[in-house]
């Protein structure tokens, strides 16, 4: 399952945006007031927050008024292209990272390297939102793709707890197996996984890069061998069979077998951890990826929970600037929003909210802490296309566990499939 279900096409988004060269419009003005448009998504807790916070900017900042347009996730990206092929474009948008670069090379996005202080980011962070040598995007904060773990299903099954800086792939089936096994199928050991940062993990860890350049760089044989954990989770019972995994995938946190205390691990970005922890209601933790036979990296990597863009066509281009400013930098925005959109990426604000973070928001900054000097650096800007990428994998891969496809014809079509979209 992804961090939030389906991003949108790629080749959707193309077509909305092929009249486009720079969106305009955005806010306008009435009686003397200047007003700012941002889009994000996120459920109501999120829409809360938010609109908490821009409450708060507004009183700081009297004469801007900014309205906020939520989305859920699924319908967020058709929406924004639409706004953007109809050249009304918000002022603010959030983005993920795989939608990036496909974003600022229309000339949708401005620049905000000299409108936005970012001395407080770690630079290999703050890079994640360079295109082209231009700084288009300022990251919100920082999470990592993780496993996830019920401690109390796995010893309740009688299975002992994985040590992450060792366990491998091949005891990672096992424990599932095991956990499925002692709790007499009530609890199963996880759910597939075709997030793209899975297989970018499990690609590291062979050597490989996600992305070379515009074509995958991923090989033939890591694809089928990452394809056959799966077959192996289903095999053994260690996961649900493909079927029932389908449907898993898209569901919300709290129908997933980790939120319904129905399953005992789970790889999810680590910003999610407090809202799986409020669905089950009990403690979960955080561990490392498990690793391929041999490998000498583990592959994890911090990447922006989301980033903040300015329309190049909004008519308050400074406005705009300097909410994405207030919502990064100032220490009274951070109180509100705390790590929901990942942990604060400003180290001041970090430290400054630290204090109220809930208890799994403070085991995910000490997770992201032990492990930092382990992780790679960052990854740039996808190329375009890789917004459909999630549905490419997903697609080939459940061919294989539904026993349409072998291993190598999926994986030969996945490859095929992706270098046209990249290329594109």
């Known amino acids: 399952?992804?961090?939030?279900?389906?991003?949108?096409?790629?080749?959707?988004?193309?077509?909305?945006?092929?009249?486009?060269?720079?969106?305009?419009?955005?806010?306008?003005?009435?009686?003397?007031?200047?007003?700012?448009?941002?889009?994000y998504w996120g459920g109501d807790a999120r829409q809360k927050m938010t609109e908490a916070a821009i409450a708060k900017f507004e009183a700081k900042n009297p004469g801007i008024d900014v309205e906020g347009e939520v989305s859920d996730f699924p319908s967020y990206y058709e929406r924004l292209?639409?706004?953007v092929a109809g050249r009304d474009a918000p002022d603010v948008m959030t983005l993920e990272i795989r939608g990036l670069r496909e974003y600022?090379?229309?000339?949708?996005?401005?620049?905000?390297?000299?409108?936005?202080?970012?001395?407080?980011?770690?630079?290999?962070?703050?890079?994640?939102?360079v295109v082209d040598g231009k700084q288009y995007?300022?990251?919100?904060?920082?999470?990592?793709?993780?496993?996830?773990?019920?401690?109390?299903?796995?010893?309740g099954a009688k299975v002992a707890l994985p040590d992450d800086t060792s366990w491998t792939w091949k005891d990672f089936v096992e424990l599932s197996s095991k956990v499925t096994a002692g709790s007499g199928g009530k609890v199963t050991g996880t759910q597939l996984n075709w997030n793209p940062a899975y297989l970018q993990i499990y690609a590291a860890q062979k050597g490989e890069q996600f992305y070379a350049g515009n074509k995958l760089g991923v090989s033939l044989q890591t694809i089928k061998d990452w394809m056959a954990?799966?077959?192996d989770l289903i095999k053994t019972k260690g996961s649900p069979a493909a079927a029932r995994s389908s449907e898993l995938y898209d569901v919300g946190i709290e129908q997933t077998l980790i939120g319904t205390n129905t399953g005992a691990?789970?790889?999810m970005w680590s910003n999610v951890l407090g809202a799986a922890a409020k669905a089950s209601g009990q403690n979960l933790e955080l561990l490392r990826m498990p690793k391929a036979e041999g490998a000498t990296t583990g592959g994890m990597f911090l990447q922006p929970a989301m980033l903040y863009t300015a329309s190049s066509g909004s008519e308050h281009a400074a406005e705009a600037a300097k909410f994405i400013d207030f919502m990064v930098n100032d220490s009274e925005a951070g109180q509100i929003i705390l790590s929901d959109r990942g942990l604060p990426a400003n180290s001041k604000v970090l430290a400054a909210v630290s204090a109220k973070l809930p208890p799994a928001d403070l085991?995910?900054?000490?997770?992201?802490?032990?492990?930092?000097?382990?992780?790679?650096?960052?990854?740039?800007?996808?190329?375009r296309g890789s917004s459909a990428m999630e549905d490419v994998i997903r697609r080939y891969g459940e061919e294989v566990v539904f026993g349409r496809m072998t291993p190598d014809e999926a994986a030969q079509k996945l490859i095929t499939e992706a270098n046209a979209l990249l290329a594109g």
Do not use: H
């Open 1 to 39: 399952m992804s961090s939030g279900k389906k991003i949108w096409s790629a080749a959707l988004l193309t077509t909305a945006m092929l009249a486009v060269t720079a969106a305009c419009g955005g806010g306008g003005s009435a009686g003397g007031e200047i007003k700012l448009r941002f889009s």
């Open 104 to 129: 600022a090379e229309r000339g949708t996005l401005a620049e905000l390297a000299s409108q936005v202080d970012t001395s407080e980011i770690d630079g290999k962070v703050l890079a994640t939102g």
């Open 363 to 383: 085991k995910t900054m000490a997770f992201v802490n032990e492990i930092r000097g382990e992780l790679s650096d960052p990854p740039a800007a996808p190329p």
């Open 265 to 267: 691990t789970m790889m």
């Open 137 to 155: 995007a300022i990251p919100s904060g920082v999470n990592a793709y993780s496993m996830v773990i019920n401690p109390a299903l796995v010893e």
């Open 229 to 231: 954990i799966a077959q």
């Open 81 to 83: 292209s639409t706004q």
